[in-house]
């Protein structure tokens, strides 16, 4: 039974650059979650996909968008990239027809902006 | 602003001893769940403790809820090494987003 993954495990880019993060969920999981987890914090909720909708979104820009595909995977696009950008970027899958409330967490894609 | 703010920042205990780490929110929840990270990886889920329920076990894992105090306690029994890593609390409080604390770092040295 497959994990979460997410791709790449590491990039660094530059300043104004854009970047995109890859997911795919939990085997059998429908609805994807990206959070922002800076050094020594906590995730920060980033938004929610499920059925290819972005259904809740957390305090983040218009610099970050995602999609989510028909197989359930997702990507997570940042364009204009600041050196704040810097982090942790992790995905969660969960099942929307369940609880709901406990997430499945991908390993990350630790991101490094000059 | 984070809706769960974790107790303490940090902990370092000796192998076998108990370790209590505490969360206290602000807003009504409707759930609270503690997960682990280990060295900056993926968050696994420990344990999830309903707005109706006051206490849940887990293996070597005792969670507690007051919402009345609006705070959570979790502790680990009999520590090893292999727990040492970060504990977060987190919390829904309606629709679809879970909010996370800071965060306690636990070391446990054998």
């Known amino acids: 039974d497959a994990g979460v993954t997410q791709s790449p495990t590491h990039l660094i880019k530059t300043r104004g650059q854009q970047v995109t993060l890859r997911c795919s969920p939990k085997?059998?999981?429908?609805?994807v979650s990206w959070y922002q987890q800076a050094l020594g914090q906590g995730p920060q909720f980033i938004f929610q996909?499920?059925?290819?909708?972005?259904?809740q979104r957390g305090n983040f820009p218009d610099r970050f968008s995602g999609h989510q595909f028909p197989n359930y995977s997702s990507e997570l696009n940042v364009n204009a990239l600041l050196l704040g950008d810097s982090a942790l970027y992790l995905c969660?899958?969960?099942?929307?027809?369940?609880?709901?409330?406990?997430?499945?967490f991908g390993p990350g894609t630790r991101l490094l902006v000059l | 602003s984070q809706q769960g703010e974790e107790d303490p920042q940090a902990l370092s205990i000796q192998e076998g001893e108990n370790a209590t780490m505490n969360c206290s929110y602000k807003t009504s929840i409707n759930n609270l769940q503690w997960y682990r990270q280990n060295s900056g990886r993926g968050l696994v889920h420990l344990i999830l403790?309903?707005?109706?329920?006051r206490e849940k076990h887990s293996g070597r894992l005792r969670v507690t809820l007051d919402t009345s105090k609006k705070s959570s306690s979790l502790l680990i029994t009999a520590s090893r090494a292999a727990d040492t890593a970060s504990y977060f609390c987190?919390?829904?409080?309606?629709?679809?987003?879970?909010?996370f604390g800071a965060g306690t770092r636990l070391f446990v040295k054998a």
């Open positions: 987190a919390t829904r409080t309606g629709g679809f987003k879970t909010i």
């Open positions: 996909y499920y059925e290819e909708e972005e259904r």
């Open positions: 403790i309903r707005s109706n329920e």
């Open positions: 085997s059998g999981h429908d609805t």
């Open positions: 969660a899958s969960s099942l929307a027809s369940g609880s709901g409330e406990t997430q499945y």
